[in-house]
């Protein structure tokens, strides 16, 4: 039976997808590349275009928009896993794109859950990938964690008080989705006395990596969505 592929293709780069996923994106008739604007390119399809073959592979570029809330999301995510499901039945194997590793934040694990749910039938394996943190930590020359330390990863979606709790109990802490959040963080991270503890990482892997340890010249700028912030003590 014809099956899912959840690929994780890496934070930019095309040289750091695993061997595994360049062999599968080069064999499968069907690729599934998540957006989150109607028209916008998809950032991973751009990862692994030197991969893919258009005149034999089959492109599909699917809506996720984002919204911290979710409400109303679940229509989109149940007609992306309708329109795979349509393709593997058909015999079609189909892989289904997404930055970084699958597992961490992933556009993926919405419809992941769907199909555990509604076709508990088609088998579905999922491909690791380097995730943006490991990428961005390398790039700021920043080790996330040594002998004891210990590392908090969070979504910028926090209440500021935990923020500061996490900030003061963990010596590395990553902060995923932080551009729209960036000048409250640094807010915080002034009055805990860590502003000088962060480095801000934009795009890391592509031509458009950035790196800036100097956080104040970010505040009131508008931020890129692919951008994290680690924050090592
Ligand atoms: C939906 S999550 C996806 C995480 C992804 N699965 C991973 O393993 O890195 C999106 C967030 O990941 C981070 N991110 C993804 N790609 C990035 C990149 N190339 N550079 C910096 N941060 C990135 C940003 O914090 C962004 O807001």
Redesign the pocket.
């Known amino acids: 039976m014809a099956k899912i592929f959840a690929i994780g293709v890496g934070?930019?780069d095309p040289e750091l997808l695993t061997r595994k996923a360049e062999r599968i994106l080069r064999s499968v008739p069907v690729i599934c590349a998540p957006t989150a604007v109607q028209g916008d390119a998809s950032y991973a399809l751009s990862i692994v275009e030197p991969f893919l073959d258009r005149s034999q592979q089959e492109i599909i570029v699917q809506v996720f928009p984002m919204r911290r809330d979710q409400v109303g999301l679940g229509e989109f995510w149940e007609e992306a896993a309708a329109e795979v499901a349509e393709k593997v039945r058909e015999g079609k194997d189909v892989a289904f794109i997404?930055?970084?590793?699958p597992f961490?934040?992933?556009?993926f694990l919405y419809i992941y859950r769907i199909f555990r749910d509604k076709y508990p039938d088609i088998p579905v394996e999922v491909v690791p990938?380097i995730?943006?943190?490991n990428a961005?930590a390398v790039a700021a020359g920043v080790p996330l964690g040594m002998a004891s330390e210990r590392i908090a990863i969070i979504p910028a979606a926090f209440e500021e008080k935990d923020l500061a709790r996490t900030l003061q109990e963990f010596d590395t802490v990553i902060l995923?989705?932080?551009?729209r959040v960036f000048d409250a963080v640094f807010a915080l991270l002034q009055e805990l006395g860590l502003e000088r503890n962060g480095v801000y990482?934009?795009?890391?892997?592509?031509s458009e990596e950035e790196v800036v340890f100097d956080l104040a010249s970010l505040v009131g700028k508008k931020l890129d969505?692919?951008?994290?912030l680690i924050v090592k003590k």
């Open positions: 934070p930019g997404t930055i970084g590793d961490l934040y992933s556009t990938g995730s943006s943190i961005a995923m989705k932080v551009s990482v934009s795009r890391v892997g592509s969505y692919l951008s994290l």
